[in-house]
């Protein structure tokens, strides 16, 4: 079983130089002897640096009686991302499905969620996607599930294999107040799976990924630069609007 010790030499040897870090974990591979969360999370802090903003997906598939709280509803993103939500963070973005939680001193830099869609303009993720100061890392995951910057350029570029649902969901806010605006989501339409790791290759090919493995236990992180990965696949799709399906 791995250590606390080795977890963090494993994360100091992650250089990142951006002030913000959005972080998707699947933390299987970090479970160490007596393990909780909140170690987990101070080694986490520690190894990436205190001066860092960071920001965990906080998302929510399953609602009861159609609601949404600010409060309330928690992450379905992960053990990690929960704690994060409940302890740590000072701030949620407002979206039924894709917010997210942040904390660090440069939070106020992150804009509120203005935008009906997940991804649209004046979203959190667009803002996230654009800024070349934003750090994306995936512990224990592929793009697949560590990488929602990816569905932005989706979004952004009106794929054919989505389209726009309403979300009937009443959506409370952080002093349980009603948010009276409507929210929707871009989905995929039935049948349709993306591609995800024919993409990673490319995004490999082109050292926009960084893969990192646990020496003892070959556990992975992947890191990479929001603002060039957007970039990368903005292009792609607008060659080829197919370019991230099967």
């Not at 929001?226 to 197919?242: Q, S, W």
């Amino acid at each position: 079983m791995i250590t606390k010790n080795k977890i963090s030499k494993n994360l100091e040897k992650i250089n990142i130089k951006e002030k913000f870090i959005i972080i998707h974990s699947d933390i299987t591979g970090m479970i160490f002897k007596n393990f909780s969360v909140s170690e987990l999370w101070k080694i986490i802090y520690k190894s990436f640096g205190k001066n860092k903003t960071y920001i965990f997906p906080t998302f929510t598939f399953k609602h009861d009686q159609n609601i949404w709280s600010y409060t309330k509803s928690k992450s379905e993103c992960g053990i990690l991302s929960e704690y994060f939500r409940k302890n740590i963070a000072i701030k949620r973005t407002i979206h039924p499905i894709h917010s997210v939680a942040i904390f660090g001193k440069n939070y106020k830099e992150i804009p509120d969620h203005n935008c009906p869609s997940s991804f649209g303009k004046n979203s959190t993720w667009e803002w996230l996607c654009n800024s070349k100061d934003v750090c994306n890392i995936a512990f224990g995951l592929g793009l697949e599930g560590g990488a929602t910057i990816c569905h932005f350029p989706e979004e952004n570029k009106k794929v054919n294999y989505r389209k726009f649902k309403n979300l009937k969901i009443k959506v409370f806010g952080k002093d349980n107040n009603i948010i009276k605006k409507k929210f929707r989501f871009y989905v995929r339409k039935k049948k349709i799976k993306n591609n995800w790791k024919n993409c990673e290759n490319d995004l490999f090919k082109k050292k926009l990924i960084k893969k990192y493995l646990f020496t003892e236990n070959k556990y992975p992180v992947i890191k990479m630069n929001t603002y060039e990965v957007t970039n990368f696949l903005l292009n792609k799709l607008k060659k080829n609007k197919d370019y991230l399906i099967r």
